[in-house]
Structure formats: structure tokens, C-alpha cells
């Protein structure tokens, strides 16, 4: 996700066709990280709206110190992990199902058989990470989806950052045996 600087720079002057512009960028990514946070669209779509009412309130703040797309990853997952918490004191169980993982774009190859291997691994995989644990599956989806440091894990998450590697070791000992048992009974 690319954004001009100068779209940045218009947007922290209050320039409401570049915040559409914006918008139009960045949404899709937005979205994707929503949606794999939260594990479901109707509240990836709400976080997403939440994200960019925000982002109307705090762009003035980006300083441009570290990537515009890392620090609105920063802001994206903030969102939905607050609605989640939210969520979590409800005792609402937020849960993703694999087909809905399937809406997400995927890397396409020219050879038809390379892209439905992909298709059909990526769908597996999806729907391994979709049945982790919201606090396993949190860690997997920032550090290995979107490839936020464990520092910037733990400071978002409120953890220390021990905690972060010890969740995502175990989070990716329970795929590989998700993943290792499916391929035995397959």
C-alpha cells in the first residue's frame, strides 16, 4: 500500500478529496488486516468504518517517522483488538469461517495448477489460523501476515514482548500439527 506523501500532506491540511483518496488506497489493506484480526466481515467492515473515522481525528499526528502504511497497520490493529476486547468482556466468542478467508485477494500465477495449489493451500492454512485462539491467532496475523516487530506486538497488544514470541511459537506449533494431521488423514 503506496499513499503519496503528498496525499498525506493534503489530508493533514484538512483536504477533504485527498482523505477520499486516501480512503481509496488504503481501504482493501485496511480491510484484509480487519478482517484477519477480528475474524469476521461484518466486523471487519465496522472496524474498518472505525479506522477511518479515526484516521479523520489523528492523521495531523503522523510525524512520518516510520512508514505511512506501518503506522496505519499501527492504528488498524489498535481498532479492532479494542473491539475485540470489548467483545471478549461479553463473552462473545469471535470466530472466522474458513469460506469467509476465501474473499481475501491471493497471489495469482500464470499456470492454472500452481494457482488452485495456492488457492487450496492458502484456504487450509486460513482455515488452520482461523480456529487458533483470538490471542494466538492476533500474534500470527501481525508478526507473520504483516510483519510488525515483536516490540510493536507487545506494545499493542499490552503484553511483554516474551509473551509475544511464546504466543506465536506456540500458535505456529499448533498450525504445523493442524496442517501435518490434515495432510495424514488426507
Request: glycine share 4%.
Amino acid at each position: 500500500m503506496d499513499v503519496p506523501d503528498s496525499i498525506i500532506k493534503a489530508c493533514q491540511e484538512g483536504d477533504q478529496a485527498a482523505f477520499e483518496e486516501l480512503i481509496r488506497l488504503t481501504h482493501a489493506s485496511v480491510y484484509s488486516l480487519s478482517l484477519r484480526i477480528v475474524g469476521n466481515p461484518e466486523d471487519a467492515a465496522e472496524v474498518t468504518q472505525d479506522v477511518f473515522i479515526k484516521l479523520l481525528r489523528v492523521i495531523r499526528q503522523f510525524r512520518g517517522d516510520a512508514k505511512f502504511s506501518t503506522w496505519l497497520y499501527r492504528v488498524t490493529s489498535n481498532v479492532a483488538i479494542t473491539l475485540l476486547r470489548r467483545r471478549s468482556r461479553r463473552k462473545i466468542e469471535v470466530r472466522m469461517e474458513p469460506e469467509d478467508w476465501s474473499l481475501l485477494p491471493a497471489a495469482e500465477s500464470s499456470d492454472p495448477a500452481v494457482t488452485a495449489e495456492q488457492r487450496s493451500l492458502r484456504v487450509r492454512l486460513d482455515a488452520a489460523i482461523a480456529s487458533l485462539p483470538m490471542d494466538y491467532r492476533t500474534v500470527v496475523v501481525m508478526k507473520d501476515v504483516y510483519g510488525l516487530g515483536f516490540d510493536e506486538i507487545a506494545e499493542q497488544l499490552h503484553i511483554q514482548e516474551g509473551t509475544a514470541r511464546v504466543r506465536l511459537h506456540r500458535a505456529r506449533q499448533k498450525l504445523k500439527n493442524m496442517l501435518h494431521d490434515e495432510l495424514a488423514v488426507g
